[in-house]
């Protein structure tokens, strides 16, 4: 008996030994260690073995069992182990492969400049609000002391859409819209796109304005004037000086051109400035007293003053950019210099 247990051992372990997968060795457990198997028949016969021999022959059978078990646990940890690096190597990340480059974005210079002129304006106590890009006459027009059929209309070459409806060429419209809402004082400014039928080396037909407005009793010409500097100097630096010259808007009485000295030679004369050392950047005035009472405020208690920014125009200055197309072809060449 004990000679066949050693031999059901050591054929066992050879087995296992030998076994190169999953399957046989379950086909060994079943073989050795199953209800059938050989082991358990072995145990069976020790009706045969002597009552004093029992306890050490089970012993034996016990030791049997367990040697073979492990064994062949061992060898499953050995298969396990191999599937898995099978595993892995199908689903292995080549970490030596280069990458998709994403680039990191930079803001465009109209961006920039907006929320450095919307930052200025905001510390200044203005409130932003904004206007329909698809505006009426009304608000683009008449309500600014522009009449149809007036020849001040003019001056901006409109896409128009209907008799009445069209895209509108200044965001002065928002002007009308919050005097037509808000109870004076007012103090707004109003960021946004605005479009021309123009398109040459110095007009694109969309373009960028911000446009101001100040109602409240007691404002002047002379408010206008502190705050357009200052405006300009925290924009373009202290150095900056500020020239104005008079011109003329039907919604402002009287009216103002404002010329800023170029940022990139100092009033000395460049490419940037055309050799002027001057550069026209905004228009503004005193509100019409018609405009104000056509839009329901009282001109006799109240004044106000506004002023109309080239927002594009403000940026190309700032970066020293000569050529305004540039400001809308999205060449990211163009862009990445920007940066
Ligand atoms: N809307 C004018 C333009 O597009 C600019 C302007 C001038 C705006 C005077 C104003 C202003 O608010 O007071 O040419």
Redesign the pocket.
């Known amino acids: 008996m004990e000679e066949k247990l050693n031999q059901i051992l050591t054929e066992s372990l050879k087995e296992i030994a030998n076994a190169n997968d999953k399957t046989s060795l379950t086909e060994i457990k079943v073989k050795v260690l199953g209800k059938q198997g050989e082991l358990t028949s072995i145990l069976r016969g020790m009706r045969d073995v002597a009552p004093e021999d029992r306890p050490k022959f089970g012993a034996l059978v016990n030791e049997a069992r367990e040697k073979i078990e492990s064994a062949i646990l061992e060898k499953e940890e050995v298969f396990n182990k191999i599937e898995l690096e099978k595993e892995l190597a199908k689903s292995a990340v080549d970490i030596t492969e280069p990458g998709i480059n994403h680039e990191k974005g930079a803001l465009h210079p109209t961006t920039r400049m907006f929320n450095k002129l919307i930052d200025i304006c905001v510390a200044m106590g203005f409130k932003v609000v904004e206007g329909p890009e698809i505006e009426t006459d009304y608000y683009n027009f008449e309500g600014l002391n522009i009449p149809k059929n007036h020849p001040s209309r003019d001056m901006q070459d409109t896409f128009f859409i209907t008799e009445n409806i069209l895209l509108r060429s200044?965001t002065?419209s928002v002007?009308v819209r919050a005097m037509e809402k808000l109870a004076p004082p007012i103090k707004i400014i109003s960021p946004g796109r605005v479009y021309r039928n123009d398109s040459d080396g110095t007009h694109s037909p969309v373009f960028h304005?911000l446009?101001?407005?100040v109602i409240d009793e007691n404002v002047s010409m002379a408010d206008l004037k502190a705050m357009l500097t200052s405006m300009m100097k925290k924009v373009f630096g202290e150095e900056t000086t500020i020239r104005f010259r008079p011109s003329f808007?039907p919604?402002?009485e009287p009216?103002v051109e404002v010329d800023v000295s170029c940022p990139t030679c100092h009033g000395k004369g460049c490419k940037v400035c055309k050799g002027t050392g001057f550069l026209e950047l905004l228009?503004?005035?005193v509100v019409n007293p018609k405009v104000l009472e056509m839009s329901g405020i009282d001109s006799k208690k109240y004044r106000g003053f506004?002023?109309?920014f080239g927002v594009d125009r403000f940026a190309m200055v700032y970066d020293g950019i000569t050529d305004l197309r540039n400001m809308f072809k999205n060449d990211v060449r163009f862009l990445k210099q920007m940066k």
Do not use: R
């Open positions: 200044q002065s002007q304005q446009e101001g407005l808007f919604f402002t009216s228009g503004a005035g506004a002023f109309g």
